[in-house]
């Protein structure tokens, strides 16, 4: 294998182990990231581990602390009440776009379905065993949110989308450390949703999207 793209790899690989362990708490907010002990716990350079690490500085998980050193980015509630205004905001605008944009809305409604499903699978696992499920239901969940906004024919509007989504479900896959899954009431949320999408229901939509998206910061206990 080509050297450069082994070590892409190599990088992508550490960055989505790093990136996880920070979602799920196992690298806690506020902690120091020292990059001797990082190499060794996920066996890349220390130069890959920068690169890494300036990645994930980029995407609002990492901070720079001082001139070299780097910590995970803390958590406060006043940064979740921001991320849900600015994640209400972009997905209803997505959702908004998406349901008026007559093209493609067949293809777009299938994706719905079939993410839905996935969503659903991943949800009643988690309500069997959580700690098992974690990281496939995250991506599962992640993946459905992203579906609503993926018609909307705006690039900039889902990329920006995707970034605030995944810092929200930061807070979401850190408060399962302090309460249960919210489980049954989420997959209500879901179905109750996917059913105004398919059925063109847009004022539907949305308030069932906005309440779910409140509904979800409101059960995150105090951090």
Excluded at 81 to 108: F, I, P, Y
Excluded at 180 to 193: D, S, Y
């Amino acid at each position: 294998m080509n050297i450069s793209v082994e070590r892409k790899l190599v990088g992508q690989s550490a960055y989505e182990q790093i990136r996880s362990h920070i979602m799920q708490g196992k690298l806690s907010p506020g902690q120091k990231l020292k990059l001797n002990a990082l190499r060794v716990d996920y066996g890349v350079s220390v130069n890959t581990l920068r690169e890494t690490l300036m990645r994930l500085v980029s995407d609002g998980f990492v901070e720079v602390e001082g001139q070299k050193g780097f910590r995970v980015k803390p958590v406060s509630i006043q940064d979740l009440e921001e991320l849900v205004e600015l994640r209400r905001t972009l997905e209803t605008l997505g959702l908004r776009k998406s349901m008026a944009n007559t093209g493609g809305q067949m293809d777009w409604k299938a994706k719905l379905i079939s993410t839905h499903y996935r969503l659903g699978c991943m949800e009643k696992l988690m309500m069997e065993d959580e700690t098992a499920h974690v990281q496939e239901w995250e991506r599962a969940d992640r993946e459905f949110h992203q579906a609503i906004v993926s018609n909307c024919g705006s690039n900039q509007l889902m990329r920006y989308h995707a970034q605030i989504l995944e810092l929200s479900m930061r807070y979401q896959l850190l408060a399962l450390n302090k309460r249960p899954f919210r489980g049954q009431a989420a997959a209500e949320e879901h179905r109750q949703l996917l059913d105004a999408l398919l059925g063109d229901d847009v004022e539907l939509a949305v308030e069932v999207l906005s309440d779910h998206i409140s509904k979800g910061a409101q059960k995150i206990p105090e951090l």
